[in-house]
């Protein structure tokens, strides 16, 4: 059973996005900003990371790049998901290492449908 890691500082998306993923037989754990995403990233090593972009201290984007630069957790793939819709935010988003950019509201559905891609990829 795949684990993924949600990083959202927002409690109803969290919870949104934690029970569409275990109820489609996915393990899942959370962090609340950037610093805890990474932390947990290393100690856990997900299958996957649902990453928000705008968390207090660290964000998504500076998580990301941390992430990605890790010898560790570099092989992680990496989903923002984020209210940032700009064309520039996505490209900056894949620049810091992100496979996928979803722009919020997203439904449990597409969420679901874009974890099984990239699971299975």
Do not use: C
């Not at 919870?15 to 900003?33: C, F, I, P, R, W």
């Not at 990453?51 to 941390?66: F, H, K, L, S």
């Not at 722009?103 to 699971?119: E, G, N, R």
């Amino acid at each position: 059973m795949a684990l993924i890691l949600i990083v959202d500082d927002s409690p109803t998306e969290v919870h949104v996005m934690k029970k569409a993923l275990e109820k489609s037989g996915y393990q899942t754990a959370t962090a609340n900003d950037g610093a805890e995403g990474v932390r947990m990233a290393r100690e856990m090593t997900p299958d996957l990371i649902f990453m928000d972009v705008v968390m207090p201290g660290v964000n998504g984007y500076q998580a990301t790049r941390q992430l990605s630069n890790d010898p560790k957790t570099r092989t992680i793939p990496i989903i923002m998901v984020t209210s940032k819709g700009q064309e520039t935010d996505k490209i900056w988003g894949l620049r810091q290492g992100a496979v996928d950019y979803m722009v919020k509201p997203v439904s449990p559905d597409q969420l679901v449908a874009k974890a099984q891609a990239t699971l299975a990829a």
